[in-house]
């Protein structure tokens, strides 16, 4: 009986991992399939606080996030927009900030 009891709370604890695991994966992936609304850029300022830039069509805005709340803090022009495609690897993170370190260093060691 108790060992029966182990069982089905090891099958329950392992289920539960596996399902967290498939939460976690699917919440990497964004929903960018929106024709007209598209998620470019986002800073976490903190648990449940975030810093968005968005396209709407032909219309960029800075959002301002909160658990509870949703700001338009302002419209930005396409030049305010422009930055460089952030390359993402799932498994090491992202290159954007090693390639800015090295990049700084370069700069660093020139002078």
């Known amino acids: 009986m108790l060992a029966t ?5 090891i099958i329950i604890l392992y289920l539960s991992y596996l399902f967290s695991k498939l939460v976690a994966k699917n ?10 609304i598209k998620l470019l850029d986002r800073a976490v300022l903190g648990t449940d606080r975030s810093i968005d830039i968005i396209q709407v069509n032909e219309r960029y805005f ?13 419209e930005l022009s396409k030049e305010d927009v422009s930055f ?4 993402y690897d799932m498994e090491n993170g992202s290159k954007l900030f090693q390639n800015s370190m090295i990049e700084k260093w370069k700069t660093k060691i020139k002078k």
């Open 62 to 74: 800075l959002i301002g996030n909160t658990a509870t709340n949703m700001v338009c803090l302002a």
């Open 84 to 87: 460089k495609k952030q390359e």
């Open 5 to 9: 009891l182990v069982i089905v709370v």
């Open 27 to 36: 919440s990497l992936h964004m929903n960018t399939k929106g024709k007209s």
